[in-house]
């Protein structure tokens, strides 16, 4: 295993390198195929180590790699750590990510920058599995910060678009805030353990429990605050309620980046870390229930805004920020193994439904306004079948106590877990997620309604007009990013009908196969491996890698029925209510936005949280960036800094010049006041 854990965590790396460095002088192709070779060699390496401890006959192994910090009690080497809760990550980051670099093949075909574009893939790869595999705290910060400088590099890869820079850098400050918060809890887990080697700091948490620690001036408890710390790190990295706003403006990057970044890989490290230091939150109650609360907010908050966009991107990318709000709330009631479950399946069936959103935008010379799309199931047939598969399993069809999709085991864990926790937080979660899965059964068939169904709404589409005429971009997307409003789309409509003979084509087969595969996974993975992510019993799966609660996983085998059946009524109205809306009745959808007024526009414009922060935040920013520099640096350092010395220099140049006569007189007065001055000077002494 030692060898084959250095290969998965370094080919990556050693890839990213030789396309970045090579970049154009290498060539597209060798590029491609040596990004994407060492992704599916490391995917190769990867499930055998998953398998074996889903077997039971591999146990933990921590690989040393180098020696690495020695400077007083701080003492800590490189080494990469394998247990189980690191090889469902291997799994799940090296099987998406190599199917986004095979994918990529086709849909980033016409792209100047390739070599470039897999070089950030690679390194963004690289970057998680190096949080993955920490042994310490500062190794897990410095996968964390390398996934953040990846995710700004992809996000902004079309840099002369201006919305993908701006949305490159609000990525990157957002998840400083919550790095910030990161960066304390690490500080104040090694004052108080006095180590940042994660083996020791979990067995010492526990007894810990109940202590204080002086913070701001008051006393608090350790554990809570050194928790709530290390969350705010999560929060920020996994777009929760507060620090979310970064995640829907990250679909200005390629879709392919939207499903790496989405779907197993960057909004999940949050995830992954409140679950490897698990037995420090069941140390705070109090943590954890701020854990549970805030994703129950997120989950119901971010399904909300769902309901209301348009862009197909935007939508599967509040869908990512609700679902990874099942994940927290789950963690935070104890049931770690249920989240991590759900951010098992998550990954297969939100990499489908971003890579088929891609097919799709594709097909449509990528317009990305769902009003423009309709009837394309006749048309890209694969597409149509992959994406009906991934929203089968992100809204949990199936029945309960017998068989479904994926979602269908790990949601509806989450939510009996929610139940049977039996505390305030836990049922406050619980309603929140059982309306969060109305919302998303919902958005996720009203997507596939207007996208599949209908009558062809592309007549009033800019990008295909360009694509009708011969008149469009390589990728008319780095200059629009889809979103229209109702009266463009009318105009549109009425000013372009000679798109009628515009035939939507499905994608090649480079971008089909991982569509395919995907779909395995979004069908089969719930029903393959719930018994050892979530069964009753000691946990024997997880190995002690996380805290595994028998009495809650019994708990959640005993709720009601109407429980039980809970999730499955709400995916059925969610499912009726869109069908009616989009496919029976179609200007149903039109008049309750109407009668919802200015409730329809706040959740449509995100709760105002753009708006909130440009005057919170952006606004007094800039105003103070402006004081400091007309003020300070300008009116004070400059001008009795550097440009008074040298308005000085050069006012005394001037009467110096002046001084300078040419005529003897002028010398010999000087030299005689000059010499009276001295003996003056020497009397006076």
Known sequence: MSSSILIIVFLPLAAAIIAGLGNKQLGNVPAKVITTGALFIACALSWPIFLGFLSGSAEETVVPVLKWVASGTLTFDWALRVDTLTAVMLVVVTSVSALVHLYSWGYMSEEPDQPRFFAYLSLFTFAMLMLVTADNLVQMFFGWEGVGLASYLLIGFWFRKPSASAAAIKAFVVNRVGDLGFMLGIFGTFLVFGTVSIPEILSAAPGMAGSTIGFLGMRFETMTILCLLLFIGAMGKSAQLGLHTWLPDAMEGPTPVSALIHAATMVTAGVFMVCRLSPMFEASPTAAAFVTVIGAATCFFAATIGCTQWDIKRVIAYSTCSQLGYMFFAAGVGAYGAAMFHLFTHAFFKALLFLGAGSVIHAMHHEQDMRFYGDLRKHIPTTFWAMTAGTLAITGVGIAGLVGFAGF?????????????????????????????????????????????????????????????????????????????????????????????????????????????????????????????????????????????????????????????????????????????????????????????????????????????????????????????????????????????????????????????????????????????????????
């Open 409 to 685: 085991y790990s949601k509806d864990a989450i939510l009996e877990a929610a139940f049977g926790a039996g505390s305030a937080s836990g049922n406050f979660a619980f309603w929140m997620g059982i309306f969060a899965a109305l919302m998303t059964s919902f958005y996720s068939w009203r997507l596939v309604f207007l996208t599949f169904f209908g009558k062809p709404r592309w007549a009033g589409s800019e990008h295909i007009q360009h694509a009708v005429h011969g008149d469009h971009h390589d990728h008319p997307d780095e200059e629009d990013s889809g979103e229209h409003t109702d009266a463009h789309s009318a105009h549109g409509a009425a000013a372009h009908e000679g798109t009628a003979g515009y035939h939507p084509h499905e994608s090649p087969w480079v971008m089909l196969v991982p569509l395919i595969v995907l779909s395995i996974g979004a069908v089969a993975a719930g029903f393959v491996f719930h018994h050892e992510f979530i069964s009753e019993g000691t946990g024997e799966f997880w190995k002690g890698s996380l805290v595994f609660d028998e009495h809650l996983i019994h708990a959640m085998h005993e709720v009601p029925t109407w429980v039980k059946w809970a999730p499955f009524t709400v995916m059925a109205l969610g499912l009726l209510t869109a069908w009616y809306g989009y496919i029976k009745n179609t200007s149903f959808p039109a008049a309750v936005a109407e009668q919802l007024g200015p409730v329809y526009t706040f959740v449509y414009r995100k709760w105002m949280f753009d708006e909130l922060y440009h005057y919170m935040f952006v606004v007094p920013a800039f105003w103070i960036g402006k004081v400091f520099w007309k003020v300070l640096d300008i009116g004070v350092i400059d001008r009795f800094g550097p440009d008074g010395a040298a308005w000085a220099v050069a006012k005394g140049s001037t009467y110096a010049q002046k001084v300078q006569s040419g005529y003897l007189y002028s010398y010999a007065l000087i030299m005689l006041l000059g010499l009276v001055g001295a003996i003056s000077w020497v009397i006076a002494g």
